[in-house]
């Protein structure tokens, strides 16, 4: 469970280009939870992303994931237990290193590393087995630079590095942006299923209205560094992207249409 209690995150404090890019935000995750998140640019989506990743300081409020509180814990302890991906797909792989290479770096987070160089056949098995699932034939490029893989293929391979050792949560910052119409579905269901098979509490960040709507289990709407709503259950189901926009119109915010992904 992920609990966010009064958070406010202030760029800038106390000089002229102060601003207060979170605003006494609450949220509450359960497990399981597959949560996207929507909003207009300088909504504060990424700024919450980034305070729960720990990559950014947190003006006042706390962040308690299981139990813990981590609000002030280091991004790099927090990376033991919270998986992420980028916009840019070729973040969070080592192109000059193979796909078993890269897997093996992910497979060992949080253990003890081992003596020597190479991956061993017990692990290259797993590799093989989680690549398969993808469905884009990387169980039979193992031994391939990751820097020779399309967008969409580093991208799912990013995902399935975050998620080989099965994190306590899952963070995707609009990890299907950059990549065109059909491969951004392709990423979107492996997401889904990667995240259902496994029971993952993920948080995700997306301009695309319908994916937001259509995916996961809640919708946070977010606007000028606050929550506006909440859609979840039947309310959720009933919602139309007209209805989202009309929300924002009547909180006057604005989507540029270069934001609005149907």
């Keep these: 469970m992920l609990q966010i209690e009064n958070l406010s995150v202030i760029f800038n404090k106390d000089t002229i280009n102060e601003r207060k890019a979170l605003d006494n935000i609450s949220l509450e995750l359960n497990d399981g939870d597959f949560v996207s998140v929507i909003g207009s640019n300088g909504a504060g989506k990424s700024t919450l992303l980034n305070a729960i990743a720990g990559n950014i300081e947190v003006y006042s409020g706390s962040i308690i994931n299981n139990g813990k509180n981590i609000t002030y814990e ?82 799912a391979l990013t995902l399935l590095m975050a998620t080989i050792q099965t994190p306590e949560l899952l963070l995707l910052d609009e990890h299907t942006a950059a990549l065109d119409p059909k491969t951004s579905k392709q990423i979107m269901e492996i997401t889904d299923k990667i995240v259902k098979e496994n029971n993952i509490t993920t948080l995700m960040i997306t301009h695309n209205i319908e994916n937001a709507l259509k995916y996961g289990n809640k919708t946070i709407v977010m606007s000028n560094g606050k929550i506006l709503t909440i859609l979840e259950g039947e309310k959720r189901k009933n919602t139309s992207i007209q209805d989202i926009l009309d929300l924002y119109t009547s909180n006057f915010d604005t989507l540029s249409d270069s934001a609005i992904l149907v």
Excluded at 107 to 113: E, H, L
């Design 74 to 155: 280091k991004e790099y302890k927090r990376s033991r237990y919270i998986g992420r991906l980028y916009q840019d797909p070729l973040k969070g792989t080592a192109p000059s290193m193979t796909i078993e290479e890269n897997l093996g770096l992910a497979y060992s987070r949080g253990k003890q590393m081992r003596m020597g160089l190479g991956v061993r056949k017990s692990d290259r098995s797993i590799f093989k087995k989680s690549c398969e699932k993808l469905g884009l034939g990387l169980e039979h490029r193992l031994k391939s630079p990751v820097g020779l893989l399309s967008g969409g293929q580093r991208q």
